[in-house]
């Protein structure tokens, strides 16, 4: 096990390393200036498809755009705003804030494209259900059909993994940690946690799609709230806190406190890998629910896209790292979970900062479970048909139990590592189908914008 282990940890090293790292960063930079920076010109027509998509019902699909963007948005908008923020802090200090707007300025551009692609290439089931993604992608789009399926199934298999365990499991077990000091028997978090997933899954996407248009806005806004009165009553901090984070992101920050200190390399990679984790661009999953979306044009919910990673990262991220800078608790030596913790508990009067970060745990991890639901379905009827549907809605509500009464420590690294693996061959296919892209785009927008 532990042989196991120490070559799954060096493959996460790999995966997520200076090497993959720059693939990603580059992947991003390349598709904005194809698209001539879709994501800032854009900006403002993205923000109207999000009051467009409530009443966007033209066209196939499942569900309204806004629906689509509701579920995608609370996939991402999960744990890694809170901890994985407060990590980045702890590990590569300020700096490494900067480095994960910039990963979310590029990884727009990404988004955008993923979900083009998707909605171009999607299908329906033989049950009649609309699906896509980057498996669809490959396997539809590629001329060498055996090497497109291979690459499809490679990318469906790794989705229903990933889905079953980090976005499953680990999502459960977090919130029973978060709980723990409440005294709340794990079993009993994964009995309401299953009771409630089962009647979500049972209903498919059209369920899902209802329930998340709930629950995103309500976790946003009690978490953003929550996280505004911290900088109410600390807005002498605000300015200096932005000023540490653009002076620490050229710079080697030097130890402080609790903090041991971080090179330009670690500050950059940091903010990079965080950013890219939180806002899932590049990944693939988030073409998956779009792809179910009752639109005209392909390009119209790509600029929902965008918003996604303005949302999750431009703004619920920055939200907790201006808590946790203006607090003064970043150097402290605490980390991850902790960190936030810690912080919104300085923020806010008596016990309501720990009460809030537990709050938020749980109706993020609910709400990232709810959601990867669908991508990991997809990912199972690709490989194994229609008749697969049902037995994974069963398996998704069993793991969402046995997330809160297992020791899953020992999957974490194999977890991260098909996580990972699941880049691959989105980027490939975000290489290959690019031109697609820019086709539709300029059809949709008008060719006097952009070059072919």
């Given at each position: 096990m532990e042989v196991l282990n120490n070559i799954l940890s060096a493959m996460v090293s790999f995966l997520f390393g200076p090497i993959m790292l720059t693939i990603f960063f580059g992947t991003g930079i390349f598709l904005t200036i194809r698209t001539r920076g879709i994501q800032f010109r854009k900006f403002g027509a993205a923000f109207r498809a999000l009051y467009n998509g409530r009443k966007q019902n033209k066209g196939e699909g499942e569900i309204n755009s806004l629906w689509a963007f509701a579920a995608s948005l609370s996939a991402c908008v999960g744990v890694a705003n809170i901890a994985g923020v407060a990590a980045a802090i702890a590990v590569g200090g300020p700096g490494a804030i900067f480095w994960m707007w910039i990963a979310a300025l590029i990884g727009m551009a990404t988004k955008y494209c993923?979900?083009?692609?998707?909605l171009f290439y999607r299908e329906?089931?033989?049950?009649g259900v609309w699906r896509g993604g980057a498996m669809y992608v490959l396997s539809r789009g590629m001329q060498n059909k055996s090497l497109g399926r291979f690459l499809g199934g490679f990318f469906a298999i790794a989705a229903s993994v990933v889905g079953l365990i980090s976005c499953n499991m680990l999502q459960t077990n977090s919130v029973v940690s978060s709980l723990s000091t409440y005294n709340i028997p794990g079993w009993a978090v994964g009995l309401v946690f299953s009771f409630l997933t089962a009647l979500v899954v049972i209903g498919g996407v059209k369920r899902l799609g209802r329930v998340t248009s709930v629950i995103t806005p309500l976790m946003g806004c009690v978490y953003m709230l929550a996280g505004l009165v911290v900088l109410i009553l600390n807005a002498d901090q605000i300015i200096p806190a932005f000023g540490m984070i653009f002076r620490s992101a050229f710079t080697t920050h030097a130890a402080e406190g609790g903090f041991a200190g971080a090179t330009l390399q670690v500050i950059l990679r940091t903010g990079v890998s965080r950013g890219i984790m939180s806002n899932e661009a590049g990944l693939g999953s988030s073409a998956m629910i779009h792809a179910t979306a009752q639109v005209e044009h392909p390009s119209d919910q790509g600029l929902l896209g965008i918003m996604e990673v303005f949302f999750d990262t431009i703004i619920v991220c920055t939200m907790t790292a201006l808590v946790i800078l203006t607090t003064g608790l970043w150097n402290s030596g605490l980390t991850s979970a902790a960190l936030s913790t810690a912080a919104f508990s300085a923020g806010l009067p008596g016990e309501w900062g720990g009460i809030i970060?537990?709050?938020?745990?749980?109706?993020?991890?609910?709400?990232?479970?709810?959601?990867?639901?669908?991508?990991?379905?997809t990912g199972a009827v690709f490989v194994f048909g229609e008749k697969a549907a049902p037995v994974f809605r069963v398996l998704w509500v069993i793991f969402a139990f046995l997330g809160s009464v297992v020791n899953i420590s020992v999957v974490w690294n194999a977890a991260d590592t098909v996580n990972g693996l699941m880049f691959i061959p989105n980027l490939i296919s975000l290489w290959l189908f690019h031109g697609i892209v820019i086709k539709l785009t300029n059809e949709r927008f008008g060719k006097g914008e952009q070059n072919q």
């Open positions: 993923e979900i083009v692609l998707a329906k089931d033989k049950e970060v537990a709050v938020s745990t749980v109706m993020f991890c609910f709400s990232t479970l709810l959601s990867w639901f669908w991508y990991g379905e």
